[in-house]
């Protein structure tokens, strides 16, 4: 890879706080008092880990061999966030830290079911829009994921302007725009990339059915999860055949560890179905690993998956 694989990644940085407790829900909730609900559950078990949208694609870009420049503002807590990324080679010129705030994070408990209950503290990601796509230095390609949605308005507006191919991933925060804000981000994008609920989502806001959202960008790409992804250009669908993973321990990040395959392509030149199919290796890879960024595979393994199952490497 001689060319600049520079990518901005203009999305969330976050800490997620997960804890473990160690029996059901269900066991505490009484259905006749749901009216007012005071809960306390003993986690013996606990962990921190890096997360959010940019700081995971970042972490997976660099895994394969790409120039990460995340884009996001952290709070005065951030600092083993830098170490970690230093000890990745990541650039962050382009994160900037807002005093007195938090860095935006995600606090977990879940039972042994599996059930969910979490809170999230946005902190210093409120302020992301005002990080200018010009700090990130000179760019190949670029990225705007879930973040404050003034942040995704401007970062989507700033790459369209300077006519950098970008890819649209707004995820989770859906529901945060009207039909008509997330048009206007969609038009200005060249791909754009969701799983198959948020697709729904999407068509369900703008009125538009899953072809004329198609028909508005060059590459719609839709994630099926464990049944693979569907790549939409020029009126064809595209699909991409899923990898199965060694161990399924952990789904979460796998989105963000697909999309950096994704961006590889979009800097190197190459079809976006390679980068689709670069991106379900590596999300097979990160299933199989507790934490979104705790899988350490070298370029040579990941390599030999992609080539294992899809034929010859074409980056």
């Known amino acids: 890879m001689s060319m600049s694989t520079r990518a901005a990644i203009a999305a969330s940085i976050a ?64 600092g083993p966030y830098r170490e970690h990324y230093q000890r990745c080679g990541i650039d962050q010129r382009a994160i900037r830290v807002a005093a007195d705030s938090y860095t935006a994070q995600c606090f977990i408990v879940t039972d042994l079911s599996n059930n969910q209950l979490a809170g999230f503290h946005p902190g210093a990601m409120g302020r992301s829009a005002e990080i200018a796509l010009a700090e990130a230095g000179e760019v190949a390609v670029g990225l705007v994921g879930p ?13 369209a302007e300077a006519g950098l191919p970008f890819i649209l991933d707004p995820g989770q925060n859906i529901v945060l725009f009207s039909g ?30 899953l072809a004329e959202l198609a028909a508005r960008v060059d590459t719609l790409i839709v994630t099926r999860g ?26 979460t990040g796998c989105g963000d560890a697909y999309r950096a ?6 800097a190197t030149g190459r079809p976006l179905l390679d980068g689709a199919r670069l ?31 899809y034929g010859a490497w074409p980056f």
């Open 147 to 159: 973040d404050a949605p003034d942040a995704m308005q401007q970062h989507s507006r700033e790459m």
């Open 261 to 266: 395959g994704l961006l590889l392509a979009m």
């Open 180 to 209: 008509e804000q997330l048009l206007e981000m969609i038009d200005r994008a060249p791909v754009l990339v969701c799983n198959d609920y948020e697709a729904e989502l999407i068509c369900d806001k703008t009125g538009l059915t």
């Open 15 to 78: 800490y997620d706080t997960i804890m473990v407790f160690e029996g059901q829900f269900t066991d505490h909730i009484l259905p006749d008092q749901i009216h007012k609900i005071n809960l306390s559950f003993l986690s013996p078990r606990m962990r921190r880990e890096y997360g959010g949208c940019a700081g995971n694609i970042a972490y997976n870009y660099a895994l394969l061999g790409g120039e990460a420049v995340p884009m996001g503002m952290v709070g005065d807590d951030f």
């Open 279 to 309: 991106g379900s290796v590596l999300g097979s890879i990160k299933i199989a690993v507790q934490g979104c960024q705790n899988h350490r595979p070298t370029r040579e393994e990941i390599r030999a998956q992609f080539e294992q199952h």
């Open 226 to 251: 464990a049944e693979g992804s569907i790549v939409w250009q020029k009126g064809t669908e595209h699909a991409i055949a899923p990898v199965p993973a060694a161990a399924v321990k952990d789904p």
